[in-house]
Every structure is written in structure tokens, then in C-alpha cells.
């Protein structure tokens, strides 16, 4: 995977870009612990809390997640897509 950038908020928050919560199964409500290796780095971990919890298998995002996700030229790209299909399904 390649190196993503993000900025930091003005509050300290930022986005865990989408590519990362799939290949990490992180969803909503996820419990996820951050720990200081150096002053450079931050390791996260997608944590769980249960002892003898079955390995899930990994959850697709939703749609809107996907969406945004995309960046604001792919999301027009997309925007046309659909445009173009349902008025070519209205006419049939």
C-alpha cells in the first residue's frame, strides 16, 4: 500500500482513510488503541474486546462510504455515470 496524507483538524481529528478500515475490518463503533513508538511514530491497532470472539469476516463498507471516499474528481466522474445510465434507462 502506498503512503497516504491526511491533515489534522483543527480540533486534533482526522479521517482513517477507507482502503485502511477495510483491510483492517474497522467499522463503526470499532474499538481502536493508538501507542507511541517514537516521536515520529503512531501505531494503531484494531483492538477486541471479547476473549473468544470468532474471526468475522470482513464487512463491506457501505455505499456512502465508498462514495466518499472518492476524491471530488472521481466522485463527479461517478455523478455522470449515473446520470448517463438512468436517462438512458428512462428511455427504454
Do not use: W
Request: aromatic letters at 8%.
Amino acid at each position: 500500500m502506498e503512503k497516504l496524507y491526511r491533515l489534522i483538524g483543527k480540533k486534533g481529528r482526522t479521517t482513517l482513510p477507507f482502503e485502511i478500515r477495510m483491510k483492517m475490518r474497522i467499522g463503526y463503533n470499532s474499538l481502536v488503541s493508538y501507542e507511541m513508538k517514537d516521536e515520529n511514530t503512531v501505531i494503531l491497532r484494531h483492538e477486541k474486546i471479547c476473549d473468544g470472539c470468532k474471526d468475522q469476516t470482513a464487512r463491506e463498507g457501505s455505499v456512502l462510504d465508498v462514495i466518499n471516499s472518492l476524491t471530488e474528481t472521481e466522485q463527479r466522474a461517478l455523478f455522470r455515470y449515473l446520470s448517463v445510465r438512468f436517462a438512458a434507462a428512462e428511455k427504454r
